[in-house]
């Protein structure tokens, strides 16, 4: 979770492993974080990497009555004109017309907007297509359900989901603080010990990282969870 200065507040963690008697799936586990999420807050919004781009994420978050800005893969389709299109193709079309800053890797970078409205395979609910261009190679491609009404929106829209560069911030200290990545065991269990150290009130889905910024700053807990 990110306060409302913008620091990484863990909410949520869980060492796992495909060996655990009874293991479902990485989604099990995700959708865990979700539900804590939505259990502490009631309403927030959920942004979340191209990792994320697959459509039992989004019907979830439908589910739980939640928002969400998440980047898509160059391979979704999505129903614009009651047609199936490329996202890509979508992208190619449009030219950012809506100028704006946004924070980026550790640097202010100038990006122009574009927004269209489409529909998305999961549920067919209508969403918006938010392309950002200036920024990186390929124009980004972010998913939201959020309403779109005017310049500004499209502004937050961008601008929050940049905002998931301080949880990445956060895993790279993390990492370097521990040396995760220096663990060396052959049998999960031997790993629990460590995490327990560590990984007490950690963030949501270490592997592939999510941002959960609240829209209600009075629902923060005094203590974390």
Same mark, same amino acid.
């Given at each position: ?26 989604? !099990?586990? !995700? ?6 999420? /939505? ?45 199936? !299109? ?34 998305? /395979? ?13 920024? /990186? ?40 603080? @521990?040396? @995760? ?45």
């Amino acid at each position: 979770m990110l306060t409302r200065s913008n620091h990484p507040v863990s909410i949520f963690s869980r060492i796992h492993s495909s060996s655990e008697k009874d293991y479902k799936s990485v989604n !099990t586990i !995700t959708f865990q974080a979700m539900q804590q999420g /939505t259990a502490l807050f009631g309403k927030a919004t959920f942004v979340m990497n191209r990792g994320y781009d697959n459509n039992k994420m989004f019907l979830k978050l439908d589910k739980l009555g939640q928002d969400y800005m998440i980047r898509l893969k160059a391979n979704r389709k999505l129903l614009y004109h009651n047609k199936w !299109t490329m996202a890509e193709e979508l992208r190619n079309r449009r030219k950012g017309k809506v100028k704006t800053n946004v924070f980026y890797k550790g640097k202010d970078h100038k990006a122009y907007l574009s927004h269209v409205k489409v529909q998305i /395979t999961a549920s067919r609910k209508d969403i918006y297509l938010v392309l950002v261009y200036g920024i /990186t190679g390929h124009p980004m491609m972010l998913a939201t359900n959020k309403g779109i009404k005017s310049k500004e929106d499209v502004i937050q829209v961008a601008r929050t989901y940049f905002s998931r560069w301080k949880t990445e911030e956060y895993f790279r200290c993390k990492k370097q603080m @521990f040396q @995760f990545e220096n663990f060396r065991v052959r049998k999960f269990l031997l790993l629990l010990p460590a995490g327990k150290r560590y990984l007490c009130h950690t963030v949501v889905c270490e592997r592939r990282h999510q941002a959960l910024v609240q829209d209600k700053a009075s629902c923060i807990p005094s203590t974390p969870p």
